[in-house]
């Protein structure tokens, strides 16, 4: 017999960062970040990925990497908040 797996913990954001497509085109939509993986992957999307050499990049990069590692509801809002600071820098977070 195989024995269950142990659930997964959940990845995934309170609520959604919502950024525009194209930060410079608000006519090619809005994505919708909501999980920790969606957020590893949107720093280096949306206009984010400029600001890779600024602490606050990579300061949320850390960020959700501990959040991977280790999904606390407090490290999950703490790398929520800190792609939501990341993409408010870059000028593609949709208000």
Do not use: Y
């Not at 600071?85 to 593609?92: D, L, S, T």
């Amino acid at each position: 017999m195989v024995a269950p797996k142990p659930a997964q913990p959940s990845l995934t954001f309170d609520a959604p960062v919502a950024v525009w497509a194209d930060r410079l085109n608000h006519g090619a939509g809005q994505h919708s970040i909501g999980t920790v993986a969606d957020g590893l992957q949107a720093l280096h999307r949306h206009g984010m990925e400029r600001l890779r050499s600024d602490p606050l990049w990579k300061a949320a990069a850390a960020a959700l990497a501990r959040a991977q590692l280790a999904p606390t509801p407090a490290a999950l809002d703490a790398a929520r908040s800190a792609l939501q600071a990341v993409a408010k820098e870059a000028g593609c977070l949709a208000e």
